[in-house]
């Protein structure tokens, strides 16, 4: 770890100041009070955070101001870092605010708890020491505040050896011996735990033995069984294979059967069709025969002449009806003629004077008309008469003719009579001739359907023994069958009784499986408790004892050396006892601290803080701050000559950097850099 830079804003007795720290050795110059060991403390608070008793909030912030903070730039390997962490006064107390670490760029924020992990982890600090409260390898190694350089020198023996053995860690020894104890009585209680459980081992064992015998025994009785399944299986097929033939036959038996019924049903059929049509060609000959006789003799040629006759005599009817009606119609004339002429005579008779010439008509004329009429009268009567006569001949030829016409029709509705007859006699004889063409063709039918039967007859009588025989084959397989059934049944008990010891068999070697490894268990547990017993507590001792050996020689070689630097006094030695207490002997007496000068306790106290830096930074493996050390105020009660020895100091500690922080202007000349620090007021 170096430091690079450190900004403090609101920390003691600096309102805002940043400072730069160069590497090598670098001098805090400047008066008491000025803000120098301020400076460090901050450094302190930035890397761990404050805490009560060591390090407390209200020491660092500055007076009457509300909030404060460090924020401190560093070095650790080739990481950049920087840490800032803030403090704040409330009502009561102050108070640490959350703050972060940027670790090459990355930035984590972090409560107080969590930045102090982050750094211990940084710092390479051992885990077990980042949960107490004190950080003692920093107070030891890289700075130890002012006023506590001397305390360790007066701390009671028991004290300083505890502390001392926390820092290297000589515990652990003690705790693995104590670990020890409880993992031997973990052990016996396994032990005493896998004893019972491997106890029926050997019971179990034999167990399965028999058990194997056991399924030999039924493999036996199956092996012997399955011949006897495999015959019954073969027979069982064999009749299986023989009885399907049958059934194709059987099969063709009832199809020929089916074919003969329908045959049968179809003879039947044509022959009741047959009967009816011999009953009804016996009742058309009859009626045929009937007919016949009807119309024996006759024949129809005179139908036409008759209707011709008929013909005719229509004709002379409606002609004697109309000379009838023309003589009725002369009669009327001259009826009407003969009623003229009687009128005209009636009219002469009366008339005097005529309506013509209106001249008085004489009687001659008169007469002359008379005679003229009368004459004309008399020749109409005499033709009335005569056409009278001749209207009643002609009513007697018209009736005459009436009476031939009608003979004629009854005539001729006779031969129609007869028409009918005649249609009826050949509608019948052709109705006949279709029926016996029709009997022609089922006879043909009957004919085939009866040699279709017996040929269906003489196929069917083929298979006369088929259904014996399957009826044989059939019982065969039904008495085959249980057979079957009963011995896979007892094959198949065999087979489950075998799965279950087979099952039994798998959870015994399995249970001893796990048995065996549990013996195997056992014996590694007794021997590792043995071990523990035996070798391991007593190793833990030795080795605690050579680790505190050695450190104490180490130890005690660095402070005398160290003293010898900074006290060239051949009267005085000092040494450590085994408590690690410092021994100063003056002139071969041994003395007390107390009883020496300011300068000499100094020395005695910057000895023992310069061993206990080596031997801390030699001994703890992986700490990142064996570069750097922070001496505040080493010189005090220092003469002139002593101060000098300053410079061996710096020398041999060959650290890459060391701050020092002293009044003493005489340091000045001894280092690389010097920092002055003036008081802000
Ligand atoms: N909380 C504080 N607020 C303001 N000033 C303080 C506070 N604590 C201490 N001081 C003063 O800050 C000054 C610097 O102290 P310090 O750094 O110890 O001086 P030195 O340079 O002698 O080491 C001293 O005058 C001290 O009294
Ligand atoms: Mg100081």
Same mark, same amino acid.
């Given at each position: 770890?170096?430091?690079?830079?450190?900004?403090?804003?609101?920390?003691?007795?600096?309102?805002?100041?940043?400072?730069?720290?160069?590497?090598?050795?670098?001098?805090?110059?400047?008066?008491?009070?000025?803000?120098?060991?301020?400076?460090?403390?901050?450094?302190?608070?930035?890397?761990?955070?404050?805490?009560?008793?060591?390090?407390?909030?209200?020491?660092?912030?500055?007076?009457?101001?509300?909030?404060?903070?460090?924020?401190?730039?560093?070095?650790?390997?080739?990481?950049?870092?920087?840490?800032?962490?803030?403090?704040?006064?409330?009502?009561? @107390?102050?108070?640490?605010?959350?703050?972060?670490?940027?670790? +090459?760029?990355?930035?984590?924020?972090?409560?107080?708890?969590?930045?102090?992990?982050? #750094?211990?982890?940084?710092?390479?600090?051992?885990?077990?020491?980042?949960?107490?409260?004190k950080?003692?390898?920093?107070?030891?190694?890289?700075?130890?505040?002012?006023?506590?350089?001397?305390?360790?020198?007066?701390?009671?023996?028991?004290?300083?050896?505890?502390?001392?053995?926390k820092?290297?860690?000589?515990?652990?020894?003690?705790r693995?011996?104590?670990?020890?104890?409880?993992?031997?009585?973990?052990?016996?209680?396994?032990?005493?735990?896998?004893?019972?459980?491997?106890?029926?081992?050997?019971?179990?064992?034999?167990?399965?033995?028999?058990?194997?015998?056991?399924?030999?025994?039924?493999? @036996?009785?199956?092996?012997?069984?399955l011949?006897?399944?495999?015959?019954?299986?073969?027979?069982?097929?064999?009749?299986?294979?023989?009885?399907?033939?049958?059934?194709?036959?059987?099969?063709?038996?009832n199809?020929?059967r089916?074919?003969?019924?329908?045959?049968?049903?179809?003879?039947?059929?044509?022959?009741?069709?047959?009967?009816?049509?011999?009953e009804?060609?016996?009742?058309?000959?009859?009626?045929?025969?009937?007919?016949? +006789?009807?119309?024996?003799?006759?024949?129809?040629?005179?139908?036409?002449?008759?209707?011709?006759?008929?013909?005719?005599?229509?004709?002379?009817? +409606?002609?004697?009806?109309?000379?009838?009606?023309?003589?009725?119609k002369?009669?009327?004339?001259?009826? #009407?003629?003969?009623?003229?002429?009687?009128?005209?005579?009636?009219?002469?008779?009366?008339?005097?004077?005529?309506? #013509?010439?209106?001249?008085?008509v004489?009687?001659?004329?008169?007469?002359?008309?008379?005679?003229?009429?009368?004459?004309?009268?008399?020749?109409?009567?005499?033709?009335?008469?005569?056409?009278?006569?001749?209207?009643?001949?002609?009513?007697?030829? =018209?009736?005459?003719l009436?009476?031939?016409?009608?003979?004629?029709?009854?005539?001729?509705?006779?031969?129609? #009579?007869?028409?009918?007859?005649?249609?009826?006699?050949?509608?019948?004889?052709?109705?006949?001739?279709?029926?016996?063409?029709?009997?022609?063709?089922?006879?043909?039918?009957?004919?085939?359907?009866?040699?279709?039967?017996?040929?269906?007859?003489?196929?069917?009588?083929?298979?006369?023994?088929?259904?014996?025989?399957?009826?044989?084959? &059939?019982?065969?397989?039904?008495?085959?069958?249980?057979?079957?059934?009963?011995?896979?049944?007892?094959?198949?008990k065999?087979?489950?009784?075998? @799965?279950?010891?087979?099952?039994?068999?798998?959870?015994i070697?399995?249970?001893?499986?796990?048995?065996q490894?549990?013996?195997?268990?056992l014996?590694?547990?007794?021997?590792?408790?043995?071990?523990?017993?035996?070798?391991?507590?007593?190793?833990?001792?030795?080795?605690?004892?050579?680790?505190?050996?050695?450190?104490?020689?180490?130890f005690?070689e660095?402070?005398?050396?160290?003293?010898?630097?900074?006290?060239?006094?051949?009267?005085?030695?000092?040494?450590?006892?085994?408590?690690?207490?410092?021994?100063?002997?003056?002139?071969?007496?041994?003395t007390?601290?107390? +009883?020496?000068?300011?300068?000499?306790?100094?020395?005695?106290?910057?000895?023992? =803080?310069?061993?206990?830096? &080596?031997?801390?930074?030699?001994?703890?493996?992986?700490?990142?701050?064996?570069?750097?050390?922070m001496?505040?105020?080493p010189?005090d009660?220092?003469?002139?000559?002593?101060?000098?020895?300053?410079?061996?100091?710096?020398?041999?500690?060959?650290?890459?950097?060391?701050?020092?922080?002293?009044?003493?202007?005489?340091?000045?000349?001894?280092?690389?850099?010097?920092?002055?620090?003036?008081?802000?007021?």
């Open positions: 770890m170096l430091l690079k830079s450190i900004k403090l804003h609101n920390i003691r007795s600096y309102e805002s100041a940043e400072i730069n720290f160069p590497s090598g050795s670098v001098l805090l110059a400047g008066d008491i009070g000025s803000g120098k060991s301020t400076i460090l403390l901050a450094v302190e608070f930035a890397i761990f955070g404050a805490k009560k008793g060591e390090l407390p909030a209200y020491t660092l912030l500055r007076h009457g101001k509300k909030e404060g903070y460090v924020e401190l730039r560093m070095q650790i390997d080739a990481k950049d870092i920087i840490i800032k962490r803030a403090l704040k006064r409330s009502n009561e @107390d102050i108070k640490q605010e959350a703050g972060y670490v940027v670790v +090459n760029g990355l930035k984590k924020e972090g409560t107080t708890e969590e930045l102090r992990a982050i #750094v211990l982890e940084l710092l390479g600090y051992p885990k077990d020491l980042i949960k107490k409260g950080d003692l390898i920093y107070r030891y190694t890289v700075y130890t505040p002012q006023e506590a350089m001397k305390q360790i020198l007066y701390d009671d023996k028991d004290t300083r050896l505890e502390t001392l053995r820092v290297f860690n000589i515990d652990r020894y003690k693995a011996k104590d670990n020890s104890k409880i993992i031997t009585s973990s052990l016996r209680e396994k032990k005493k735990h896998l004893e019972g459980f491997i106890i029926d081992f050997d019971y179990k064992k034999k167990e399965l033995g028999e058990r194997k015998l056991e399924i030999i025994d039924i493999d @036996d009785k199956i092996t012997n069984m011949p006897k399944i495999e015959e019954v299986k073969k027979l069982i097929r064999q009749k299986k294979a023989s009885i399907e033939g049958i059934e194709k036959d059987i099969n063709e038996l199809s020929l089916k074919e003969l019924s329908v045959a049968e049903a179809n003879l039947s059929h044509r022959i009741e069709q047959n009967n009816r049509l011999n009804e060609i016996r009742r058309l000959e009859s009626q045929i025969e009937g007919i016949k +006789n009807d119309v024996q003799g006759r024949s129809l040629e005179d139908l036409s002449l008759i209707t011709k006759k008929i013909g005719e005599k229509e004709n002379e009817i +409606n002609e004697a009806e109309q000379n009838y009606k023309n003589a009725i002369n009669i009327k004339e001259i009826e #009407v003629k003969i009623e003229h002429c009687n009128d005209t005579i009636r009219k002469m008779e009366s008339l005097e004077i005529c309506p #013509v010439c209106e001249q008085k004489d009687e001659s004329h008169k007469h002359g008309i008379h005679l003229r009429e009368s004459a004309k009268y008399n020749e109409l009567v005499e033709q009335i008469q005569s056409c009278k006569e001749g209207e009643s001949n002609l009513e007697k030829i =018209r009736l005459q009436k009476k031939e016409r009608d003979s004629l029709m009854k005539e001729q509705s006779h031969f129609n #009579v007869l028409k009918i007859k005649f249609d009826n006699l050949n509608e019948k004889t052709s109705l006949r001739e279709e029926k016996h063409r029709l009997k022609e063709m089922i006879k043909k039918e009957i004919g085939l359907l009866n040699s279709k039967k017996s040929e269906l007859h003489s196929k069917i009588e083929k298979y006369s023994e088929t259904e014996e025989k399957y009826k044989i084959v &059939k019982k065969e397989i039904d008495e085959l069958l249980p057979q079957e059934r009963f011995l896979e049944l007892e094959k198949g065999y087979d489950v009784e075998k @799965d279950s010891i087979k099952r039994f068999i798998l959870n070697e399995k249970e001893l499986n796990e048995k490894k549990a013996k195997e268990k014996s590694y547990i007794s021997q590792l408790s043995n071990w523990i017993d035996e070798l391991f507590a007593n190793l833990m001792s030795t080795m605690e004892k050579h680790v505190m050996v050695n450190i104490h020689s180490q005690n660095l402070f005398k050396n160290w003293f010898d630097i900074l006290l060239e006094d051949e009267a005085m030695n000092v040494r450590v006892d085994e408590e690690f207490t410092p021994v100063i002997e003056q002139d071969g007496y041994e007390y601290i107390e +009883n020496l000068s300011g300068g000499e306790k100094t020395s005695v106290a910057l000895s023992y =803080r310069l061993a206990l830096n &080596k031997v801390i930074n030699d001994i703890v493996a992986g700490i990142k701050t064996k570069d750097i050390i001496l505040d105020e010189t009660g220092f003469s002139t000559e002593q101060l000098d020895k300053v410079r061996d100091v710096l020398e041999q500690l060959s650290m890459k950097q060391v701050i020092i922080v002293s009044h003493e202007s005489k340091i000045e000349s001894f280092v690389e850099n010097v920092i002055r620090v003036q008081k802000q007021e």
